[in-house]
């Protein structure tokens, strides 16, 4: 099993640091999948997000820590999200009580994030009922359309339609 964890290293700096650690990672197993480095003078500050098997995070932690001049703190990472797109919907219904929350059980079950939502409602004496618009902005995986996004949520009601904007 794989751990992920990210290394976070401040102090004196020297040639080949980031070199040496990097192929003791890679003799443990192990690979950078994302790092942050900066460096001022003498000095070096980074972030290092690691993949290795999980026997050798602490064979990890010990050569990063035993490393001269250098102060290296470890806390567990996150798997990398998959890749995802931000999309805006617009979505028009006739109003009724607990549509809203009938909207986040659809996009919660796709593990689709909210980011934004404004919602309305409008009266229309017209029609002599209530309206339901909301304009939303999503975080939605690219394994998944907009247009099959949009299908899912339609389904909520007979009478409801979803624009992609």
Not at 68 to 72: F, V
Not at 99 to 108: F, G, M, S
């Given at each position: 099993?794989?751990?992920?964890?990210?290394?976070?290293?401040?102090?004196?700096?020297?040639?080949?640091?980031?070199?040496?650690?990097a192929a003791k990672t890679h003799e443990l197993g192990g690979k950078w999948l994302?790092?942050?480095?900066?460096?001022?003078?003498?000095?070096i500050s980074a972030l290092i997000k690691v993949e290795l098997p999980q026997p050798q995070v602490q064979p990890l932690k010990d050569i990063?820590?035993?490393e001269?001049?250098?102060?290296?703190v470890f806390s567990e990472g996150e798997p990398t999200p998959p890749p995802s797109s931000i999309v805006e919907m617009v979505v028009d219904s006739s109003d009724r009580?607990?549509?809203?929350?009938?909207?986040?059980?659809?996009?919660?079950?796709?593990s689709i994030e909210l980011v934004d939502m404004d919602c309305q409602r409008i009266g229309v004496a017209e029609l002599g009922r209530s309206v339901f618009t909301a304009r939303l902005m999503l975080k939605v995986p690219n394994s998944r359309t907009s247009e099959e996004?949009?299908?899912?949520?339609?389904?909520?009601?007979?009478?409801?339609v979803v624009t992609v904007v």
């Open positions: 099993m794989s751990a992920i964890l990210v290394a976070s290293l401040m102090g004196n700096n020297r040639p080949g640091l980031l070199k040496d650690l994302t790092s942050k480095v900066n460096h001022l003078d003498d000095q990063f820590n035993n001269p001049a250098i102060c290296a009580a607990g549509i809203v929350n009938e909207i986040t059980q659809v996009l919660d079950s796709e996004l949009a299908e899912e949520l339609e389904g909520i009601a007979e009478d409801m």
